[in-house]
Structure formats: structure tokens, C-alpha cells
């Protein structure tokens, strides 16, 4: 089973940038779709963006579209979501996922519901 660990979240300016890290372990990395999700206080888990498994491809919420990029290097077992022009409503705790068994069709049709594994979290606070 793949552990999950973020990093990287903390208080930024509207306007500002923040790096996420997830390092992935007990696993191969190149194996899994990687995705990024977000819970604010009172809200579901919303999703954020999403990585194939050699990271040709990508998907991204629109609320984040043109702002946010993922990516990965699968020689450190890590995944990024590189975080720009950030806005107080991105204020969340920021989880990274995997997924090993499904096909990049599935998960861009409901990647809410089809991540397996998931990690701990990193809180990401803008203020206006």
C-alpha cells in the first residue's frame, strides 16, 4: 500500500504562490494516477487536478484552471502542485492521492470517487 505525505501548505497573500509536495513511498511511484484535493471548513472534498502515471497528461478543476500546475518526478517518488495568483476561497486543507488500478478515462470521469489511497493533508491559508 502506497503512504502518502504532503508538504509545503502555509499562510500566503491573496496574489501570492505556494509549492505542494507529496512524496510518495512503499510503492512505485510511475505506477499510480496522482491527483490533488482540497476540504475547506463546512465543504466536501473537492477535487483539484490530477496527474497521469508518466504525467503526459493532466486535469484540472476549473475553478483552478490557468493558476495551479501538477506535476511529478516519478526518480523522487514525488508529486507537485505549484500554486499561483491565489485566492482567499483556495484556503483549504490540500490532500494528495493515488490511485494504481484505474485507467485515466475513469478517473477524469470521477476522480472524486476513484482515488484509493490518500494522504494526512497540508493546511494552505490566503488571506485578502
Known amino acids: 500500500q502506497v503512504q502518502l505525505v504532503e508538504s509545503g501548505g502555509g499562510l500566503v497573500q491573496a496574489g501570492g504562490s505556494l509549492r505542494l509536495s507529496c512524496a510518495t513511498s512503499?510503492?512505485?511511484?510511475?505506477?499510480?494516477?496522482m491527483g490533488w484535493f482540497r476540504q475547506a471548513p463546512g465543504k466536501e472534498r473537492e477535487f483539484v487536478a490530477a496527474?497521469?502515471?508518466?504525467?503526459?497528461?493532466?486535469y484540472y478543476a476549473d475553478s483552478v484552471k490557468g493558476r495551479f500546475t501538477i506535476s511529478r518526478d516519478n526518480t523522487k517518488t514525488t508529486v507537485y502542485l505549484q500554486m499561483n495568483s491565489l485566492k482567499p476561497e483556495d484556503s483549504a486543507v490540500y490532500s494528495c492521492?493515488?490511485?494504481?488500478?484505474?485507467?485515466?478515462?475513469?478517473?477524469?470521469?470521477?476522480?472524486?470517487?476513484?482515488?484509493?489511497?490518500w494522504g494526512q493533508g497540508t493546511q494552505v491559508t490566503v488571506s485578502s
Open positions: 496527474i497521469s502515471r508518466i504525467g503526459i497528461n493532466k
Open positions: 492521492a493515488a490511485d494504481s488500478g484505474s485507467s485515466w478515462s475513469t478517473v477524469v470521469a470521477d476522480p472524486v470517487h476513484t482515488f484509493g489511497a
Open positions: 512503499g510503492g512505485t511511484s510511475s505506477s499510480y494516477i
